[in-house]
């Protein structure tokens, strides 16, 4: 059965920097789009970020361009987002999953896809 693991949050200043990664096992995950969720407290869960199966196509949402950057290691079936210049905006519970839409106008993930990891929590203080 599919099982995904994110780890690497953690409590950060404003300004500071985080690597996330995703193991995903259960699926073939070459032949997945892969994206960056968030869910802050009080508010719906956000695509941040998506790529595509061979890594030449990425896209960001508005408010985390030029500070996160989104890569994937397919033999390691891992998934990672380097978060830069982190604000307190960002705190949040992030997940990866497989991206049913990836475009610069949306990051949606899959409607048929339900096993959502546990997340990993972001913490940024002001």
């Known amino acids: 059965q599919v099982q995904v693991v994110e780890s690497g949050g953690g409590l950060v200043q404003t300004g500071g920097s985080l690597r996330l990664s995703c193991t995903v096992s259960?699926?073939?995950?070459?032949?997945?789009?892969m994206g960056w969720f968030r869910q802050a407290p009080g508010k719906e869960r956000e695509g941040v970020s998506c790529?595509?199966?061979?890594?030449?196509?990425?896209y960001y949402t508005n408010s985390v361009k030029g500070r996160f950057t989104i890569s994937r290691d397919n033999a390691k079936t891992t998934l990672y987002l380097q978060m830069n210049s982190l604000q307190p905006e960002d705190t949040a519970m992030y997940y990866c999953?497989?991206?049913?839409?990836?475009?610069?106008?949306?990051?949606?993930?899959?409607?048929?896809?339900?096993?959502w990891g546990q997340g990993t929590q972001v913490t940024v203080s002001s």
């Open positions: 999953a497989p991206a049913g839409t990836c475009s610069n106008t949306i990051i949606a993930g899959r409607p048929d896809f339900g096993r």
């Open positions: 259960g699926l073939t995950f070459e032949g997945y789009l």
């Open positions: 790529i595509n199966w061979s890594s030449t196509r990425t």
